[in-house]
């Protein structure tokens, strides 16, 4: 008898020692009571609390979580009713309080929320909503931590999921951006074909300067030209006069029968001209030719005898010169 009254205290004392001890999962935190009273949070491991005395009163998850926020119709400063939903994020950071300060931390947070939701975006315009999230979600992060900072929490992320405006302001939405469209597109058109007239007048513009430029540099050159001529005729002359002044006629009869030459040839080769008129006698231009052949062998020292003179042409009856 005594050594079934061992056996069964030993099992006692290892069924007491197994309830005593608590196993804390990673990521949770437990509550400790001591008669209903808070008295410690077990971390996670292996902690031995004597059975009777102490008990768990709330598990906690410490890891980050996420509530969502129901969809609701929210009323804008401008009187439009828009639906929108979204979600929380946050995370435990003293179990005791999570479990203590508040009941239903859950719904807590998602009421919180919402409310909150519904004063920022109704101080807002509907512009302002559809184009302002990011705004809105700082807002609304700011807000809902400083409110549940008594509860032992951090808010880490508020974020809209989806904001629906009415069909239709969607369609109202839809045509004011058509025309916001059509009227860039004009003002692109407009902008292109002025761009199109500035550069076709900067074109002509530069054509006109370039083609004055040219013609400046032909009257230049032409300038230039009978600018050379000139010196070159005022140069010829002025070798005939010495060479007359010298006694030589001979340079003159040469520059006389080189003018007369030039006239001869133009007369040849005018299209209309058929018949020449000579208005002197041939007589005198073959003996031009003459001192043109005496004043070449002067000037090229030459001692041979003087070529025959050709016969003088016949005449006419009109003082025509005949072939």
Known sequence: MLTTFALTLTGLVLFYLAVSVKVVRQGYQYTIERFGRFTEVAKPGLNFYPAFFYAVGRKINMMEQVVDIPGQEIITKDNAMVSVDGVVFFQVLDAAKAAYEVSELYVAIMQLATTNLRTVMGSMDLDET????????????????????????????????????????VNAMGRQMKAEREKRANILDA???RAAEILRAEGEKQ??????????EAAFRDAEAREREAEAEAKATQMVSDAISAG???????????????????????????????????????????GIGAL????????????????????????QSQG
């Open 207 to 216: 054509g006109q300067i370039l083609q004055a430029e040219g013609r400046r």
């Open 296 to 319: 070449a062998r002067e000037a090229l020292g030459s001692d041979a005898p003087p070529p025959p003179a050709p016969p003088a042409p016949r005449r006419g009856p009109f003082g």
């Open 130 to 169: 559809l184009s302002k999230r990011d705004e809105i979600n700082a807002r609304l992060l700011s807000v809902v931590d400083h409110a549940t900072n008594a509860w032992g929490i951090k808010i880490t992320r508020v974020e809209l999921k989806d904001i629906r405006p009415p069909a239709d302001i």
């Open 191 to 193: 902008e292109g074909a």
């Open 248 to 290: 030589n006629p001979q340079a003159l009869n040469y520059f006389i029968a080189q003018k007369y030459t030039e006239a001869v040839s133009q007369f040849a080769t005018s299209p209309n001209a058929k018949t020449i008129l000579f208005p002197v006698e041939a007589t005198q231009l073959i003996g031009t030719l003459g």
